[in-house]
């Protein structure tokens, strides 16, 4: 198999602690593989962008010496391959398109007595659903992928999955969920229609949605392994079923140990994470050392060059002794 891999952030702000974790776990995983390492700028939330963050960005990665294998991507730049892959989900009668504000799915859910928000987003009540009549005349804001078809069940398409040891988020029900690996995580199961709802693809302000994007582009650019934080590992199953409507093929996923702040909660710009210190070498290799111990890779031996570190870290990912490591 090649294997191509690829660290994907959103230019938001400098790459911070928690950040590094992401970058370095996924250069390792393919440099312990032999494969590629590919960079990707997921710039599509552009009011979020911040100016000069990419590049920025990039800086740091050089100075870490996590270089791409291949020029940069920008998915800013991408608009025409998210269209195409929107048309083809529409014309499956996969994809249908919303009126609804968000005020009028916080009332349709109160009607049913359900408004409970899952990580800040509501559970799309399938208003617009073509089956309930659509549009009913009002003009389409967004684009959404009907969850409640054969895509997001088990078996889909007739493949053997173990059931038995998926670990179902609450609530969920193993034999109408979908099922996927996690390589550090294991077995993993999601009801997309229940926990999720008809997700969004294209926005209301008309930009594209992260799920879309990163599902097109993991495909369009070859990727096989996707090495990512932990925060992401809920997006998989849609990522999955996207990929299923889409004809794509499904990467192997591995999603790494979070930093946590002061707060208990994922290091974020919000609870105060500092921007990475790449200024001196000295301080480029201390954030390297502290990504490298979250990941349970071997302390380097004291005066090792940073290409000596990322040497041994790379033989240790390669033997298994990082974290997520086992299923190489
Ligand atoms: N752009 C996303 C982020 O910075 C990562 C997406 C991914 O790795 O799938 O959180």
Same mark, same amino acid.
């Given at each position: 198999?090649?294997?191509?891999?690829? !660290?994907?952030?959103?230019?938001?702000?400098?790459?911070?602690?928690?950040?590094?974790? /992401?970058?370095?776990?996924?250069?390792?995983?393919?440099?312990?593989?032999?494969?590629?390492?590919?960079?990707?700028?997921?710039?599509?939330?552009?009011?979020?962008?911040?100016?000069?963050?990419?590049?920025?960005? +990039?800086?740091? +990665?050089? &100075?870490?010496? +996590?270089?791409? %294998?291949?020029?940069?991507?920008?998915?800013?730049?991408?608009?025409?391959?998210?269209?195409?892959?929107?048309?083809?989900?529409?014309?499956?009668?996969? &994809?249908?398109?919303?009126?609804?504000?968000?005020?009028?799915?916080?009332?349709?859910?109160? /009607?049913?007595? %359900?408004?409970?928000?899952?990580?800040?987003?509501?559970?799309?009540?399938?208003?617009?659903? *073509?089956?309930?009549?659509?549009?009913?005349?009002?003009? =389409?804001?967004? @684009?959404?992928?009907?969850?409640?078809?054969?895509?997001?069940?088990?078996?889909? *398409? #007739?493949?053997?999955?173990?059931?038995?040891?998926?670990?179902?988020?609450?609530?969920?029900?193993? $034999?109408?969920?979908?099922?996927?690996?996690?390589?550090?995580?294991? *077995?993993?199961?999601?009801?997309?229609?229940?926990?999720?709802?008809? !997700?969004?693809?294209?926005?209301?302000? =008309? #930009?594209?949605?992260?799920? +879309?994007?990163?599902?097109?582009?993991? /495909?369009?650019?070859?990727?096989?392994?996707?090495?990512?934080?932990?925060?992401?590992?809920?997006?998989?199953?849609?990522?999955?079923?996207?990929?299923?409507?889409?004809?794509?093929?499904?990467?192997?996923?591995?999603?790494?140990?979070?930093?946590?702040?002061?707060?208990?909660?994922?290091? $974020?710009?919000?609870?105060?994470?500092?921007?990475?210190?790449?200024?001196?070498?000295?301080?480029? #290799?201390?954030?390297?050392?502290?990504?490298?111990?979250?990941?349970?890779?071997?302390? &380097?031996?004291?005066?090792?060059?940073? =290409?000596?570190?990322?040497?041994? @870290?790379?033989?240790?990912?390669?033997?298994?002794?990082?974290?997520?490591?086992?299923?190489?």
């Amino acid at each position: 198999m090649k294997y191509r891999g690829r !660290f994907a952030p959103s230019p938001t702000g400098p790459l911070h602690a928690g950040s590094l974790v /992401a970058a370095l776990a996924s250069w390792l995983d393919a440099r312990a593989h032999g494969g590629q390492w590919l960079v990707r700028i997921e710039d599509v939330d552009t009011p979020r962008c911040v100016p000069g963050a990419d590049h920025f960005i +990039l800086q740091q +990665l050089a &100075a870490c010496s +996590l270089q791409p %294998d291949a020029p940069p991507v920008w998915q800013s730049q991408r608009s025409a391959l998210y269209q195409q892959a929107l048309d083809q989900l529409v014309s499956a009668g996969l &994809a249908y398109p919303c009126a609804c504000s968000r005020k009028d799915i916080e009332h349709a859910l109160a /009607a049913r007595g %359900d408004g409970k928000p899952r990580h800040g987003e509501l559970v799309y009540p399938g208003t617009c659903r *073509p089956e309930r009549g659509g549009l009913h005349g009002k003009p =389409g804001r967004a @684009w959404r992928l009907h969850t409640d078809t054969a895509i997001f069940k088990p078996n889909w *398409p #007739l493949t053997p999955v173990n059931t038995a040891q998926a670990a179902p988020e609450s609530g969920a029900n193993p $034999s109408s969920a979908l099922h996927w690996t996690d390589r550090r995580l294991g *077995p993993q199961c999601q009801e997309v229609a229940q926990a999720v709802g008809d !997700f969004v693809l294209k926005r209301a302000d =008309g #930009l594209w949605a992260y799920q +879309l994007a990163v599902v097109v582009d993991d /495909a369009a650019q070859g990727i096989s392994h996707v090495v990512r934080g932990e925060d992401l590992a809920d997006n998989t199953a849609r990522q999955i079923g996207l990929q299923r409507a889409l004809g794509l093929p499904t990467p192997h996923y591995l999603h790494t140990p979070l930093v946590l702040g002061a707060n208990g909660e994922k290091l $974020s710009k919000q609870n105060g994470a500092q921007a990475l210190d790449t200024g001196t070498p000295e301080a480029t #290799l201390r954030a390297l050392h502290q990504a490298a111990h979250l990941l349970g890779l071997p302390e &380097a031996p004291p005066a090792s060059s940073q =290409g000596d570190c990322l040497a041994l @870290w790379t033989r240790a990912w390669r033997s298994g002794s990082g974290r997520g490591a086992a299923a190489l």
